[in-house]
């Protein structure tokens, strides 16, 4: 299962996902996928349906990836080639700049 931080907590999506829903609206959630190592080939399946069921609980899904930063980088891990049709951003999140990317996102939403 693949670690997702709320706070200072540590949860699985799984775990994550089980959480009371939250009343109010818009829900934005973001993904970071600092902690998603290449080497460990992911339960596809399972990262979906999270993912799927995560999805139902936000009104918008934005996935941060420090590596889009970078120059060259392809999303080619089964990991993010599975979430990427979920999500309504792939942004980079690796300087100042891309901070400020991900606060103009945000400044947008109703």
Partial sequence: MLPVQVGRQDLSLPSFT???AVETHPVVTLVSTTRWRARRTPDVALLE?????LRRHCDRLICLNPLLGSPGYEPLTRGIRAILPRVDDFLPIHNLESLEQLGAVLARLD
């Avoid at 349906?49 to 069921?53: C, I, K, M, N, S």
Wanted: no cysteine; net charge neutral.
């Fill in 49 to 53: 349906r999270e993912v799927d069921r």
């Fill in 18 to 20: 089980s959480l009371p």
